[in-house]
Each structure stands twice: as C-alpha cells, then as structure tokens.
C-alpha cells in the first residue's frame, strides 16, 4: 500500500475541513477570551486577604484543573439528562464545547493571571497610592498593565493548548478537524494521508495565531521601545506656557488655611508590627517651608513613621493633621476592629519619593508625571501635560520626557520621581532615604534637586544618612532610635552642641566614613 500524494493534497481545497477550521478558531478565540477575562477576576478574588472571596475561588481552580477536559465535556453534554432546561443550550455541540473548555481553562487563566500579579512589585501600589490613587484606579492604570505584560507569554502558550484540546470537541460530535478527518478515512481507509492534512490544518491555525500574540508581545514590551518623539527644550516650553491661565496650587495653601502654621503635625504615633514596638509616642511638627531631616540608625522606625505621614502605614494609635485638617485619629485603647483609613483626598496632598524610585516602568518619563495630575481630573489635558513639562524641566529633564524608564540613569529616575510627586502640589514632600539606592557618582544630582526645593520654600521631610547634606539644608534634625524621637534641634545644636551621648557618637560614627558632599 503507498502513500496516496495526490489525494493528501486534494483535502487542502476540500471545504469541510476549511469549515471545521473555521469552528476550531471560534471555539478558541472565544474560549481563551472568555476565560482570560473570567480568570482575571477569578485571580483578583484569590490573591484577596477576603477568605469568602479567596476560598470558592480557590476550590474552583482545584476541581476544575482536576479534571479531566473529556470528562467535563461529556458530563455538560449529557447535562440535559438531569436539567432538562438547559437542552436548549447545551444540545448544541458547540455551546456544551465552550463552555466546558471555559469552565476548565479560566481555572488555568486564573493561576497565569495571579502569577502576572504577584509578579508586579509591591512599590508599585505603593506609587500609586501616594498619588491618592483608589485601589481600582491602581489595578486599572498601574498594575494589570504590567501583570498582563508579564503573563502574556504564558496566555499565549495556553491559546495554542486550547487550539489543540479543540479536537477533544469530537466526542460530542462537534464539526472541528478531527471528526471531519475522522469520517472521512473511515470511508476510503487513507487514515495516514487524512491525518497528515488534519494536522496540516492544526499547525495553520496554531503558527497563524502564534505570530500574532507574538506581535501583541512586542508591541507591549516597552524594553524594546524607542523614544522616536522629539523632546521639546525649556525656551519652546516657556513660550507654550506664557499663554496658559494661572495654575490652581491644589496641593498647597488653600483659602482659610493661611492661619495653620503648622503644614503636618503628628502627635503620639505608636506602631507595631506582630511583637515589635516600631514608633513609640512619636510626635513632629513641620511648619511651612521647612525642611525636617529624620537620621538616626538602621532600623529605628524612622521610614516607618514618614510612611505613616501619608497613610501606607496605618499606626496603632495616634493623630496626624495636615493643615489643620485631622489626617487620622485614633486613642491609644480604641478598639481596631474598625480600619481607620486616611482618606485619599488628603493623601494627595502629601508627596511621597521612595528609595528606590518605585517609577511605573510602562510609562514614559512624562507620563509617569501625568498619572496623578489626570486621574484627580486637575485641569484640561493639554494644560496638565504642560505642568508635567513644566515639572521634567524643573528637575532638568525635560529632553527626556519620552524616555522610558529603563532608558535613564537611576538619578534621572529619581529625579523623575521627585517631579511625580510635585506634580500633585503636594502640601509637603516625603523623602525616604532618596539616594540610599544610588551609584555614588549619581547621588549629588538628586540632593541638589532637593536642596533647589528647600530654597524654594517647599515643605520637607527627609529621611537620609547624607549628614553633611541633611545639615546644609534643614532647619531640624530629628534623630530617631529605637521607635523614639531622642532629640530634635537645629542643625546647629545637633552637630556643634548636642548633650545627648548617642547623638554624638552616631555622628562620630558616620564622620569617620561619609564624603563630602
Ligand atoms: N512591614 C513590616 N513588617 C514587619 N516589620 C517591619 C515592617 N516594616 C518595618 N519593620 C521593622 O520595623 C523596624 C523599623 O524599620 P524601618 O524601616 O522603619 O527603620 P529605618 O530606621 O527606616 O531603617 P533603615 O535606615 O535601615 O531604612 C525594623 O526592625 C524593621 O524590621
């Protein structure tokens, strides 16, 4: 018997198997879509601290990629047998194969998705909570962007599975190429000759869709992005702004609030973690223009307690106001069965750099300093992207305002950060140990960026170990040890003139091996 060639090559005009490939493509690009979506929220609801939410889902990824697709498909099949009602819709092959394919694969989509969230960096979150972002606000423009990327190499391997579990459909006596190929070589027996053009007709569908989430992929790393947009230079910029209306400083001074003298004011801050007393009755008060540096040994509380200044830590007890309006309150015996939140409007108000820039890596250096000013609706588009240059062109970045991330040094990312932050008008700036992450050689461009704004008058508060920069520019020190404030006095006092022994010998230690900057 010999390899009939010529009939092989009949079936590619032959339309049933053009028809049955037809069917094969619909059942999976719906299938995927539907349970990419379903997995999506199905990975939401399990990565949720919400046992009610996280539970059922989690038992439903366990059942369902348990079982056996064929055995799904069998039992919706026959599920008309017990449930008479649903005959209308599951004795259509075609429907009963949909969704026992999205019933067993969104429990595959919503392992992918939950690892695509997990792998987004928790300091992304934080990022945009300190903009006052809401928490869908964050999964919407910062975190399923990023997820999606991440997880889409692995969606895509899972379409090219469905394609393939497709053919399972036959045994419902659904159309696709299988059962098409299979009735045909039950009749004239060329079941090698059949084969070979049913899996002709596979590899098609499958290279077919496989370049093109290829070319998604692409398109969606921005690694491989180019800045092709011409940055424009600070005169171009200063003309475009001649003609733009005043700005509103919302962030800062509003009416009625010149009185405050004090921009943000905390009082008794306690915070623990599990056994840990990390802030112990910890109080400080900023006023207007000044700047506060917090120094004292690794691990004394003090990046904990400016957290607690823009609520990504929620202390114990304790009470913050910024400009005059409470921030958060609660007595140090209140019971915490009810969560005291800050609330995101007075967020906004506090401008937050973190040390290790926590920028959005999907998004441009411009539009990094956009997110918070369109998401709070701040003016018209045209006027915000105008502030945002404005901003790039303050910190001397301006040229690179179409940068991505990953396209600048770690100093031109902070810098990036810090017109982020300013961006919102912030009523004070937080600075957590901004240059900690830096090569030395970048770290004098981001303090004298800090230094421009203190002379400016912006209220600041910096956690550093830059002595000699904390002493230049601030008009208190605050040393922290052990959760307590143990001093605060003006530079002056703190390095000339300090009674307290610690203090002392703290700076002795870091004189001996801090440069000069
Ligand atoms: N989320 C957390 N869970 C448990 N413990 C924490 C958490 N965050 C901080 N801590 C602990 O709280 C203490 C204070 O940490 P914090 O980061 O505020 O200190 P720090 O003075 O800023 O230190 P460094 O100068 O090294 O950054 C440390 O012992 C730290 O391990």
């Known amino acids: 018997m010999t390899f009939d060639w010529e009939y092989a090559a009949s079936l590619l005009w032959y339309a049933p198997l053009w028809k049955a490939s037809l069917v094969v493509v619909a059942l999976s690009v719906l299938a995927w879509t539907i349970a990419a979506c379903l997995g999506f929220f199905l990975a939401l609801a399990k990565l949720s601290s919400l046992p009610l939410l996280k539970l059922p889902v989690a038992a439903y990824v366990w059942f369902f990629r348990s079982l056996p697709l064929l055995v799904l498909l069998i039992f919706v099949y026959n599920l008309p047998l017990v449930m008479p009602w649903t005959s209308d819709y599951l004795s259509n092959p075609f429907v009963a194969g949909l969704l026992a394919l999205v019933l067993s694969e969104t429990a595959y989509m919503a392992e992918i998705h939950r690892g695509g969230l997990l792998s987004v960096h928790s300091g992304q979150r934080e990022a945009g909570k300190a903009l006052g972002i809401s928490y869908f606000g964050i999964q919407r423009l910062i975190v399923v962007p990023q997820a999606i990327r991440i997880s889409l190499p692995t969606l895509s391997n899972q379409f090219i599975t469905i394609v393939k579990l497709t053919s399972l459909v036959s045994v419902i006596s659904l159309a696709e190429i299988l059962l098409v190929g299979q009735r045909l070589y039950t009749q004239n027996f060329k079941v090698l000759e059949t084969m070979l053009m049913v899996s002709l007709f596979y590899v098609l569908i499958v290279t077919l869709f496989d370049n093109?989430?290829?070319?998604?992929?692409?398109?969606?790393?921005?690694?491989?992005?180019?800045?092709?947009?011409?940055?424009?230079?600070?005169?171009?910029?200063?003309?475009?702004?001649?003609?733009?209306?005043?700005?509103?400083?919302?962030?800062?001074?509003?009416?009625?609030?010149?009185?405050?003298e004090a921009v943000i004011e905390a009082r008794g801050i306690n915070k623990r973690f599990g056994e840990m007393q990390v802030l112990?009755?910890?109080?400080?008060?900023?006023?207007?223009?000044?700047?506060?540096?917090?120094?004292g040994p690794s691990g004394s509380g003090k990046t904990t307690f400016i957290r607690t200044l823009n609520g990504l830590e929620v202390p114990d007890s304790g009470r913050i106001t910024l400009n005059g309006e409470v921030f958060f309150s609660r007595e140090p015996n209140e019971p915490k069965k009810e969560q005291r939140l800050p609330r995101l409007a007075q967020v906004e108000k506090v401008g937050m750099v973190f040390q290790q820039f926590n920028l959005f890596p999907h998004r441009t250096a411009l539009q990094n300093v956009l997110l918070g000013p369109r998401y709070h609706r701040r003016g018209s588009a045209k006027q915000l992207e105008l502030e945002a240059l404005e901003m790039l062109d303050k910190v001397g970045l301006l040229v690179h305002a179409h940068k991505y991330p990953h396209q600048l040094s770690g100093g031109q990312q902070q810098r990036v950060a810090i017109a982020r932050a300013?961006?919102?008008?912030?009523?004070?700036m937080l600075f957590d140990e901004p240059t900690s992450a830096l090569d030395p050689e970048l770290v004098g461009e981001v303090l004298k960026t800090?230094?421009?704004?203190?002379?400016?008058?912006?209220?600041?508060?910096?956690?550093t170990h830059e002595m000699q920069f904390a002493r230049r520019i601030?008009?208190?020190?605050?040393?922290?040890?052990?959760?307590?404030?143990?001093?605060?006095?003006?530079?002056?006092?703190?390095?000339?003139?300090?009674?307290?022994p610690r203090v002392r010998q703290f700076l002795q230690e870091f004189k001996a091996h801090e440069p000069t900057r």
């Open 280 to 295: 112990k009755d910890v109080s400080l008060s900023v006023k207007r223009g000044e700047t506060v540096s917090i120094i």
């Open 212 to 260: 093109a989430l290829k070319f998604g992929e692409r398109h969606l790393d921005v690694s491989r992005r180019k800045t092709h947009r011409n940055a424009i230079n600070s005169e171009q910029l200063a003309s475009l702004l001649v003609h733009q209306p005043a700005r509103k400083e919302t962030g800062q001074d509003t009416s009625g609030e010149e009185h405050v």
């Open 474 to 500: 601030s008009d208190k020190i605050v040393f922290m040890e052990a959760g307590s404030v143990l001093h605060a006095a003006s530079p002056h006092e703190t390095f000339e003139n300090c009674n307290e």
């Open 422 to 428: 300013l961006a919102m008008r912030p009523a004070v």
């Open 450 to 463: 800090i230094e421009d704004l203190a002379h400016e008058g912006m209220t600041l508060i910096i956690v």
